[in-house]
């Protein structure tokens, strides 16, 4: 129970997918401009990256590994992630169409969201159980979605500050981004 707490708050705090390994800032940055859109995507991928979590970890140790074609990992991984994100995406069209038609482009995105191929990866990588694997993704994943809030929170904030013309817009995105990535490498003595 120990080693798994230690993983999730590892994968979560101290290693934080967007802003200690720099994983999955296309949305970070393009979805994080309203805490309700950032909060949404937020829960999209803590779906997505959990039962990809899931399934690769199962398809990796009962298929890939017995089969001794474990070099063809990356394909298949991003086959099951595309295949999540479309069922994602089928099911906020359907039951939450202004979430839907917020997150707009950044939804398919997923797809690419290199967060989510980085934890399948990892799993592999570090020799995780299915279990571990699990929790791993179920910690990056919220970590993921603690950093887009807060980057969504910080961002309407700023909207309504006196900001030098040079600043505006991506460049003071990209300051905060850097500052808030500073702030979470002191966590990095934690675990």
């Known amino acids: 129970m120990k080693e798994l707490l230690i993983i999730a708050i590892g994968s979560a705090i101290v290693n934080n997918v967007v802003l200690s390994q720099f994983l999955g800032i296309?949305?970070?940055?393009?979805?994080s401009k309203k805490v309700e859109t950032a909060s949404g995507m937020g829960g999209a991928v803590i779906f997505v990256i959990t039962i990809a979590s899931f399934f690769t970890s199962l398809i990796y140790k009962f298929i890939l590994l017995p089969l001794n074609?474990?070099?063809?990992?990356?394909?298949?991984?991003i086959l099951v992630i595309a295949a999540l994100?479309?069922?994602v995406e089928m099911f906020l069209?359907?039951?939450m169409p202004s979430l839907y038609n917020a997150l707009g482009v950044y939804?398919?995105?997923?797809?690419?969201?290199?967060?989510?191929?980085?934890?399948?990866l990892t799993n592999v990588q570090n020799e995780y159980s299915i279990l571990e694997g699990v929790i791993?993704?179920?910690?990056?994943?919220?970590?993921?979605a603690i950093a887009i809030v807060i980057m969504a929170g910080i961002r309407e904030k700023i909207e309504y500050n006196d900001?030098?013309?040079s600043f505006q817009g991506t460049p003071i995105v990209l300051l905060t981004a850097a500052l808030m990535s500073i702030a979470f490498f002191g966590f990095s003595g934690l675990i």
């Not at 296309?26 to 979805?31: A, D, I, M, S, T």
Request: charged share 5%; aromatic share 10%.
């Open 26 to 31: 296309c949305p970070f940055l393009g979805v």
């Open 107 to 120: 939804l398919p995105l997923i797809t690419t969201n290199c967060a989510v191929l980085g934890v399948a």
């Open 69 to 77: 074609i474990s070099y063809l990992q990356t394909i298949v991984f």
């Open 136 to 144: 791993n993704g179920i910690g990056t994943s919220v970590g993921f």
């Open 163 to 165: 900001i030098t013309e």
């Open 93 to 95: 069209k359907k039951s």
């Open 85 to 87: 994100v479309q069922f």
